[in-house]
């Protein structure tokens, strides 16, 4: 597996760790801070990282457990950029009732001084 490729997909299984963990710095520590994205919760263009925290927070505070997994994830390195793409299922326990959401997302990671940042993530529910 290319290094860069190893990279990207040790962030995404970080990200899935920490929102389990409903660690939401540790997520937000992979993306740059003049981010832009679309998320699955909201219409409206998040163009900074107090906006990002707000759509986590969202997902964490509606059950008692909330739990994130991806699968089929796949990494394209292009030079200084790298897009993952992947398949997302966020599972909500509230009491005795369990909702799952199932959705597509991607990242764009752009490379740093400090490392690969996320620039750029789409997530759209399955319809």
Do not use: C, P
Not at 23 to 32: A, D, K, Q, R, T
Not at 81 to 89: E, Q
Not at 90 to 98: A, C, D, E, H, L
Not at 99 to 105: A, D, E, F, I, T
């Amino acid at each position: 597996m290319d290094i860069f490729v190893k990279a990207i997909s040790d962030i995404e299984k970080s990200i899935v760790k920490y929102f389990n963990e409903k660690n939401v710095n540790g997520i937000l520590s992979f993306f740059i801070k003049k981010f832009v994205g679309f998320s699955s919760t909201r219409h409206d263009r998040i163009t900074n990282l107090g906006q990002l925290r707000k759509t986590f927070l969202y997902y964490l505070k509606e059950g008692d457990k909330v739990t994130y997994s991806i699968n089929g994830l796949k990494v394209h390195i292009y030079g200084e950029l790298a897009l993952a793409t992947f398949y997302w299922k966020v599972t909500i326990r509230k009491g005795k009732k369990i909702k799952s959401v199932n959705g597509r997302g991607s990242h764009v990671f752009m490379m740093q001084d400090e490392g690969w940042k996320i620039v750029h993530e789409h997530y759209s529910k399955a319809h």
